[in-house]
């Protein structure tokens, strides 16, 4: 959309250029006596006319653009990140005769409201993030972590909760199958092959799924595999009774992990997490 309506303004701009030359051309024409300084004022306002003209197309272009990552803001927080720096783009235009009259003196006095108004809350924020004390300290992530880069080869393949996975990419080098930073359809598909590990399917379906995506290690998550949480419906098997119907009520693949031995060695354990090597 905002490259249509910027080739929409240009080729207003490019039309408005050739009336505006043929304008000029008609008028020499039918002087009788050229006045070579009339023509001259004449160019240079028609100059100026064109000059305005491509300027409104840009303007028009990046607003457009800006509204466009505005609205993929609202609709997904994360892609915030694309309309932040347009804001500050756009946010220069109060200084800009073009699109707000004014003098040296208001516009100095409208950029030094902007700039007070957006101290008070910055400078409120920032107070509150020096405030905050403390370090994260996750022991048990830590032990699994340091067993996976002692006990398993570099090229290993590891699968489990998209928070574990981006965590133990960062800490320990290893290869994954699924990142919470990577949105795509492929990626979707393959996390929702993963996560069979916390559904109610049987060992052999969920050891299929990971052999084909590669997968040579598994990681369960204790808090991922419980069918109990504080509001209804919103654990990973609960979630999983919607979309797998036929295996609603059984065990889940947790639950029955000691008869999946032949598809799975239990190679790591602490009271969180569990580390299963595929056969």
């Known amino acids: 959309l905002p490259t249509t309506a910027a080739v929409v303004f240009e080729n207003h701009y490019i039309f408005g250029r050739s009336a505006v030359d043929t ?3 008609s008028d020499n024409a039918s002087e009788s006596e050229p006045n070579v300084k009339h023509t001259e004022n004449k160019k240079n306002a028609a100059l100026q006319h064109k000059k305005k003209e491509c300027s409104e197309g840009y303007l028009t272009y990046h607003v457009f653009q800006f509204i466009c990552y505005l609205g993929m803001a609202v609709i997904l927080m994360r892609l915030k990140l694309f309309m932040t720096p347009y804001m500050c783009i756009l946010s220069s235009l109060v200084a800009n005769n073009f699109i707000l009259p004014q003098n040296q003196k208001s516009r100095s006095i409208i950029i030094f409201l902007l700039l007070g108004a957006m101290a008070v809350s910055g400078a409120a924020s920032i107070k509150k993030q020096l405030e905050v004390t403390g370090e994260y300290n996750n022991p048990e992530q830590e032990k ?20 574990v996975m981006a965590n133990l990419r960062l800490s320990t080098g290893r290869r994954i199958v699924n990142h919470p930073h990577y949105e795509d359809a492929e990626l979707r598909h393959t996390t929702k092959i993963v996560y069979k590990l916390f559904s109610r399917k049987p060992g052999e379906e969920v050891y299929e799924s990971l052999r084909s995506l590669g997968v040579r290690y598994a990681i369960l ?20 009774d919607n979309e797998d119907t036929e295996n609603v009520g059984k065990p889940t693949f947790c639950e029955k992990l000691g008869s999946y031995s032949r598809f799975f060695d239990l190679v790591f354990s602490n009271s969180v997490y569990k580390v299963l090597k595929l056969k």
């Open 23 to 25: 304008f000029i051309l």
């Open 144 to 163: 699994l972590f340091h067993w996976i880069v002692k006990m398993t080869p570099r090229d290993a393949v590891f699968a489990g909760p998209m928070p």
């Open 221 to 240: 998550d204790k808090h991922w595999c419980t069918a109990t949480r504080p509001v209804p419906g919103c654990s990973i098997p609960e979630i999983w």
